[in-house]
């Protein structure tokens, strides 16, 4: 099943462009990778509709879109003062907008079960090399027909640009332009962004303390090379949801499991605590195999701090705004009957520390080298969330069909969360990329986790 490339286009957004620096919230992800999502759209129609139709509108709404986020346009570079880095952009910059055509199976690559991770990357645009001066680019796309099926539209954007908030407002701003083409209705268009970068203070240097702590360990080298091994397992991706009934029934036993009524109501028991409580139970379950029961189990997730902030920042800022959270467990527990009420229960805890004393920020110069500590630990993390309603997100064509985050299959135990497909019902649907023995696993761990509720 080959994916053909049709066209390279550079769009363009003539007007727009300047220099932002980048904050404390930023620099960490400097030396990560792009944030990849494929958004599935039926699109019955032959080939030649949709290059005539349906692209034209879709290159026109790109350029609209990156005129109000138009630091997507340009590159990271250093400063020309050799101290920190900073989002450059002008009248020559443009966003490589790729053109394919599939012939792999729509239904199947857009569907629930495990699927090999490597078809799905045919549908994700790469990120532009850096060009002869230091510095790259921060985002891609790319709009794959399947003649007579369906629409893929891959989006990448570096995770030092933005996070999932603003990666989402970008997106289904484009993808309002391309409904206003259509129906020309203006409301169809998010607000534009916030891009003043000063309302993130950053009064103890934080940014300038983490570069130098990223400086520190890329000046120790690389770490040395695996031996050598028999080759990786093959990676599949699928989803499973968790209806509202569902995350009702968790919600209770986790209240039900505190200790007395007064502990029951200190408990943080949203439908994201019990829906990363339940992945993470899964997922340990799957690998229990190869585990010691004596060892701790950890869980780092991302909670966003625009309105948490003193003052609070924007929600459209454009930009990352995320504090890391650490939880952590003892691995015989997490593995045994009430597993998830007692995974639930810790990160609860670790949500509502937020409001103690220090705020959000509290530790936050340790924050960068708890997530390196982490890193041999394999930790479950968490990717995208439930409130950013990736499934509203509609170019004309109605409602995606489906929409994987690919990029989970970067970090062994990412999990992805999205709001689930049964509009209106407040399911969470949860994606995992995993070798397919334990995916498997996983899987008949999920389903059994359901019928014990």
């Known amino acids: 099943m080959a994916t053909r490339i049709l066209d390279r286009l ?7 462009g300047g220099v ?14 792009p944030v990849e999502r494929v958004f599935f759209y039926p699109y019955p129609h032959p080939a030649h ?6 692209l034209p509108r879709l290159v026109s709404a790109l350029s609209a879109a990156l005129r109000q986020f138009y630091p997507l346009l340009g590159r990271v570079r250093p400063c020309a003062d050799g101290d920190g880095y900073e989002f450059c952009s002008g009248d020559g910059d443009a966003v490589q907008l790729t053109v394919a055509q599939s012939d792999d199976d729509f239904e199947d690559l857009s569907g629930d079960g495990p699927r090999d991770v490597a078809r799905l990357y045919s549908l994700v645009p790469r990120l532009p090399p850096p060009g002869d001066y230091e510095g790259f680019a921060l985002a891609a796309v790319q709009v794959t027909v399947f003649p007579g099926r369906g629409v893929a539209v891959g989006v990448s954007i570096h995770h030092v640009a933005c996070d999932d908030s603003s990666y989402m407002h970008f997106v289904k701003t484009w993808a309002g332009h391309c409904r206003v083409a259509i129906a020309g209705t203006e409301e169809a268009v998010p607000a534009p962004p916030f891009l003043d970068r000063g309302v993130v203070r950053d009064p103890d240097g934080l940014a300038a303390r983490t570069l ?7 000046a120790s080298g690389p770490p040395p090379p695996p031996p050598p091994g028999p080759p990786p397992p093959k990676l599949v991706i699928a989803s499973f949801t968790l209806a509202r009934a569902c995350i009702d029934k968790l919600k209770q036993r986790v209240a039900s499991n505190a200790k007395d009524a007064a502990a029951a109501g200190a408990v943080h028991c949203s439908a994201f605590t019990v829906a990363c409580a339940f992945a993470w139970a899964c997922l340990a379950r799957a690998g229990a195999a190869a585990g010691d029961e004596g060892d701790r189990a950890h869980l780092l997730f991302s909670v966003e701090c625009r309105r948490r902030l003193a003052p609070p920042v924007p929600q459209g800022y454009l930009g990352n705004c995320l504090r890391p959270c650490f939880v952590e467990v003892a691995t015989r527990d997490l593995l045994a009957a009430d597993g998830v009420a007692t995974a639930a229960a810790a990160i609860g805890a670790s949500i509502r520390a937020l409001d103690d004393a220090g705020g959000v920020m509290a530790g936050a110069e340790g924050w960068f080298q708890k997530i390196l500590s982490l890193v041999p630990r394999r930790p479950m993390s968490v990717g995208g969330s439930p409130r950013y309603g990736v499934y509203d997100t509609d170019f004309g064509l109605g409602r995606p069909s489906k929409v994987e985050l690919v990029s989970i299959d970067k970090t062994p135990g990412t999990v992805s969360l999205a709001e689930g497909t049964d509009e209106g019902q407040r399911g969470i649907e949860v994606g995992v990329v995993l070798p397919e023995a334990e995916m498997a696993r996983f899987a008949s761990c999920f389903s059994d986790g359901l019928l014990q509720l």
Do not use: N, Y
């Open 10 to 16: 550079a769009v363009a957004a003539h007007g727009a």
């Open 20 to 33: 932002l620096p980048l904050t404390f919230f930023d620099v960490p992800w400097i030396f990560t990778g």
């Open 49 to 54: 509709q949709f290059t005539s139709t349906l």
């Open 212 to 218: 130098d702590e990223m400086r520190q360990l890329a």
